[in-house]
């Protein structure tokens, strides 16, 4: 009786829960170059909540969507001989980066580049196509898309590299901020949600915005036996700060986010990691090719980071969900749908996709 009646409040739990989030990472990166209006487009037109902007600045101060500053890897400017020059070294978070960097172009010569597809094994038909466009394109096409549509279709931008970028004398925090404002979006009702995988900005916006605000938490590398090699938030590094994000996600440092962010944002193997099968010292390679990729791995339990993020308040927004059988683990049989299954069972309130339509459509089957 009292096992029915357990039962039966776990059913009501789940169906009062309001769906996932689904955020078309970087637009529908795995069908269209990341950060074009077409990618964010077919994300929309797919099915997602909230479409994703990475924000790195111009030499002259105007904030447009890249994953990073470095543009060599996803824009065809190393085939424009008036930029030759322009190739450089530069430290980022601590790291040597050889290329083209967008605070070294103005946005008229952003302009004249193009977007490309940054990985070898996605569709590269599209290269050379879109231009590269600023937040502020992104966010009136988000308007242009709610109102066609008559479904909010929210923004969820990200601050990359806030630290290089201030000290670069191109802060992004409060164009961010005045772009947001100026679109009428001043609070937790907004359709907006600010990420970073630093502390100290968060914390900082917090101060000065009532939108709301997800810390995203990073890792190294899953290592065989399926425990997290942690790095740290960069501002952490700068300040001799020696918490790493696993810091974070313990009981204590999620008390603390809760005390600043509506939501984490964590890297997925923080709520299911994988292993690998080892013999001889060796892992096996499980589907034969030749590689050792996520696919030969296995899933192991979920963590605890799901409960005690919602144990404080936060919301849990997991990323990033790809189709190739590369990023699946072998326990998923190649079918990313069994893999947003198993997230969404761990009670997650959202994730970060490359191809909403797979998202959307696992959603509907929960
Ligand atoms: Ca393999």
Not at 238 to 244: H, I, N, V
Not at 290 to 317: F, R
Request: aromatic share 10%; charged share 25%.
């Amino acid at each position: 009786m009292l096992r029915s009646v357990l039962f039966a409040a776990a059913v009501f739990a789940v169906a009062a829960s309001a769906d996932p989030l689904i955020f078309g990472h970087r637009g529908a990166a795995g069908y269209r170059p990341e950060h074009t209006i077409a990618g964010y487009k077919l994300a929309i037109a797919m099915g997602a909540d909230f479409i994703e902007p990475d924000l790195v600045s111009t030499k002259d101060g105007v904030l447009i969507v890249r994953h990073e500053p470095n543009i060599t890897e996803t824009t065809d400017v190393a085939t424009h001989p008036e930029f030759a020059a322009r190739k450089t070294t530069k430290t980022i978070d601590g790291e040597a980066q050889t290329g083209w960097f967008a605070d070294d172009f103005t946005l008229a010569e952003i302009k004249t580049l193009r977007a490309k597809e940054r990985l070898p094994f996605r569709d590269h038909s599209y290269d050379g196509q879109f231009e590269i466009v600023t937040f502020q394109q992104v966010i009136d096409l988000a308007k242009a898309e709610s109102a066609a549509r008559g479904r909010v279709i929210g923004v969820i931008p990200e601050t990359k590299h806030p630290s290089y970028f201030r000290a670069e004398g191109l802060p992004l925090e409060e164009k961010m901020l005045a772009a947001l404002n100026a679109a009428g979006w001043h609070d937790e009702t907004a359709p907006v949600i600010i990420q970073s995988f630093e502390v100290g900005n968060l914390k900082r916006l917090h101060a000065v915005t009532r939108l709301r605000l997800i810390q995203l938490t990073d890792g190294i590398a899953v290592r065989p036996d399926g425990s997290i090699d942690y790095n740290q938030p960069y501002d952490f590094v700068l300040a001799g700060d020696k918490r790493t994000y696993g810091d974070l996600l313990t009981p204590k440092g999620l008390a603390e986010i809760a005390t600043y962010a509506w939501a984490i944002g964590p890297w997925k193997r923080a709520i299911i990691s994988v292993r690998n099968i080892i013999k001889d010292g060796q892992p096996v390679d499980l589907d034969g090719d030749g590689k050792i990729t996520e696919a030969d791995t296995v899933s192991l339990p979920p963590s605890h980071v799901v409960a005690d993020a919602h144990a404080v308040g936060l919301k849990v927004m997991p990323f990033t969900f790809r189709n190739e059988c590369v990023f699946l683990a072998s326990d998923y049989g190649c079918d990313p749908l069994k893999e947003y299954q198993a997230f969404f069972a761990t009670g997650v309130d959202g994730l970060f996709s490359d191809s909403a339509d797979k998202a959307v459509a696992a959603r509907s089957t929960r």
